[in-house]
């Protein structure tokens, strides 16, 4: 038997706005539909040909208050709609800071990878707690993905050549469908896997304390062995920029102009660092792009970010301890 719910349940923070936004839209479009529907039945019944019950010498060409109220009254309603939805986007995708729970997500036909902070790894099974912000950190190794759980009202493009984020405070415990929605071959409706939500203590016992290198120790040493650290060594008169702090600053290239340090121009500045020269320093870095997988892009990242002594980090259940022993297995992968 079809197991179909009407709709799916709402298991997010975020999903409890989005469903109030959903009925409220299908409520005005049933009510306005109604209207125009039956209203266009009365008066074609009313007024069919041959009917002598009604009177038309007198028939109205225009009615001035009629007119208004059905642009206005709609026009006010879809103002009104639209601030409602602005301020559901802007709450869900605008960043957090700290506190959250920070998942690497590598989309690959066809399945999903996913990485934890303290190194744990999971394909198409997501473990998240519940009650805790969780920020998804995304990317692709071959074509455009999407990150769908209808459960929590999230969807998430994942693009290659760039990273996206997005977030969800799952609330309610239990086992939810994550989709990629978006057509990614032949194979894309195989591409199906679970977002499994625990309460906090029994997230923390799956997770455990130690489970191998973190993204950012897997950076660390991946950063040593493509010799990295032989240019960017902080000290006075080196080859390439410190990165002892970048993370989230400002920083100044060639021309004058000003970006922010975030995790796409940390990307950018791997693939292709010719892209954004930094000011006093010249373009001989070589691209790594080809060289180094999307998922050890996102280890040398965390790494860089770890470097940063201001930026809010994201932090795991509880303050999980890390090994200092990075295996070479994870360090070549």
Same mark, same amino acid.
């Given at each position: 038997?079809?197991?179909?719910?009407?709709?799916?349940?709402?298991?997010?923070?975020?999903?409890?706005?989005?469903?109030?936004?959903?009925?409220?839209?299908?409520?005005?479009?049933?009510?306005?539909?109604?209207?125009?529907?039956? =209203?266009?039945?009365?008066?074609?019944?009313?007024? &069919?040909?041959?009917?002598?019950?009604?009177?038309?010498?007198?028939?109205?060409?225009?009615?001035? &208050?009629?007119?208004?109220?059905?642009?206005?009254?709609?026009?006010?309603?879809?103002?009104?709609?639209?601030?409602?939805?602005?301020?559901?986007?802007?709450?869900? $995708?605008?960043?957090?800071?700290?506190?959250?729970?920070?998942?690497?997500?590598? =989309?690959?036909?066809?399945?999903?990878?996913?990485?934890?902070?303290?190194?744990?790894?999971?394909?198409?099974?997501?473990?998240?707690?519940?009650?805790?912000?969780?920020?998804?950190?995304?990317?692709?190794?071959?074509?455009?993905?999407?990150? $769908?759980?209808?459960?929590?009202?999230?969807?998430?493009?994942?693009?290659?050549?760039?990273?996206?984020?997005?977030?969800?405070?799952?609330?309610?415990?239990?086992?939810?469908?994550?989709?990629?929605?978006? $057509?990614?071959?032949?194979?894309?409706?195989?591409?199906?896997?679970?977002?499994?939500?625990?309460?906090? &203590?029994?997230?923390?016992?799956?997770?455990?304390?130690?489970?191998?290198?973190?993204?950012?120790?897997?950076?660390?040493?991946?950063?040593?062995?493509?010799?990295?650290?032989?240019?960017?060594?902080?000290?006075?008169?080196?080859?390439?920029?410190?990165?002892?702090?970048?993370?989230?600053?400002?920083?100044?290239?060639?021309?004058?102009?000003?970006?922010?340090?975030?995790?796409?121009?940390? &990307?950018?500045?791997?693939?292709?660092?010719?892209?954004?020269?930094?000011?006093?320093?010249?373009?001989?870095?070589?691209?790594?792009? =080809?060289?180094?997988?999307?998922?050890?892009?996102?280890?040398?990242?965390?790494?860089?970010?770890?470097?940063?002594?201001?930026?809010?980090?994201?932090?795991?259940?509880?303050?999980?301890?890390?090994?200092?022993?990075?295996?070479?297995?994870?360090?070549?992968?």
């Amino acid at each position: 038997m079809w197991n179909i719910p009407f709709v799916p349940p709402t298991a997010s923070q975020e999903a409890v706005g989005i469903s109030w936004l959903y009925w409220v839209i299908t409520a005005l479009s049933v009510f306005f539909g109604g209207i125009v529907l039956f =209203g266009a039945i009365f008066l074609a019944v009313k007024y &069919r040909a041959g009917n002598q019950n009604v009177d038309r010498s007198n028939a109205t060409d225009s009615d001035l &208050r009629l007119e208004l109220s059905w642009t206005l009254i709609p026009l006010i309603l879809a103002i009104a709609i639209f601030g409602w939805a602005a301020k559901l986007y802007g709450d869900i $995708y605008a960043p957090r800071e700290g506190g959250y729970y920070e998942v690497f997500v590598v =989309g690959k036909q066809w399945m999903w990878k996913f990485q934890h902070p303290n190194g744990k790894r999971e394909i198409n099974d997501l473990h998240v707690p519940a009650g805790r912000p969780v920020k998804l950190t995304m990317g692709s190794e071959d074509v455009i993905h999407n990150v $769908y759980v209808p459960a929590f009202r999230m969807k998430q493009d994942v693009v290659p050549g760039r990273w996206t984020r997005t977030w969800f405070n799952a609330v309610k415990p239990g086992v939810y469908r994550l989709f990629c929605n978006q $057509y990614c071959g032949t194979n894309h409706s195989k591409m199906i896997g679970r977002v499994i939500v625990m309460e906090p &203590r029994e997230f923390q016992a799956w997770l455990g304390d130690e489970t191998g290198a973190t993204p950012a120790q897997s950076g660390e040493a991946l950063f040593a062995k493509l010799a990295c650290n032989t240019c960017h060594t902080g000290t006075s008169g080196a080859r390439g920029p410190s990165l002892v702090g970048l993370f989230g600053k400002k920083v100044r290239l060639l021309g004058g102009k000003e970006v922010l340090a975030d995790e796409n121009y940390i &990307r950018e500045s791997i693939t292709n660092p010719s892209a954004k020269i930094v000011e006093g320093y010249q373009p001989i870095m070589p691209s790594f792009q =080809g060289l180094v997988t999307e998922e050890q892009l996102m280890q040398l990242t965390a790494y860089v970010k770890s470097l940063a002594q201001d930026s809010p980090q994201s932090v795991s259940p509880s303050d999980l301890s890390t090994t200092n022993a990075v295996s070479k297995e994870v360090a070549t992968k």
